[in-house]
């Protein structure tokens, strides 16, 4: 079992940055990558970005590329977003996701998801 708890959203002026923390916990030696997904109202929930465990490979959604910046902090079992230059349309629930591999048990892992609210 893994449990996943999403921190840091909140309401912030276009231009604004915010930093999302995601701690895991449970059978954490078996998560192999986290990463962060983010659902508007009447959207389909859409990929941002992506880590290994070991913090050397990480993907980004064209979106977001150059103004987001996933990394994560093994101590702490704890990933993390910063969002500089948010935009309106940035606004959404953020999901935070760990992928779950023993070798004969896979699947995925979702927090409860943080409310990001970009306005004037």
């Known amino acids: 079992q893994v449990q996943l708890v999403e921190f840091g959203g909140g309401l912030v002026q276009p231009g604004g940055s915010l930093r999302l923390s995601c701690v895991a916990s449970?059978?954490?030696?078996?998560?192999?990558?986290m990463g962060w997904y983010r659902q508007a109202p009447g959207k389909q929930r859409e990929f941002l970005a992506r880590?290994?465990?070991?913090?050397?490979?990480?993907n980004y959604a064209e979106s977001v590329q150059g103004r987001f910046t996933i990394s994560r902090d093994n101590a702490k079992n704890t990933i993390y977003l910063q969002m500089n230059n948010l935009k309106p349309e940035d606004t959404a629930v953020y999901y935070c996701?760990?992928?779950?591999?023993?070798?004969?048990?896979?699947?995925?892992?979702w927090g409860q998801g943080t409310q990001v609210t970009v306005s004037s």
């Open positions: 996701n760990a992928e779950y591999n023993t070798g004969a048990y896979h699947d995925d892992y």
């Open positions: 449970g059978s954490i030696f078996s998560i192999n990558a």
């Open positions: 880590i290994t465990n070991s913090g050397a490979n990480r």
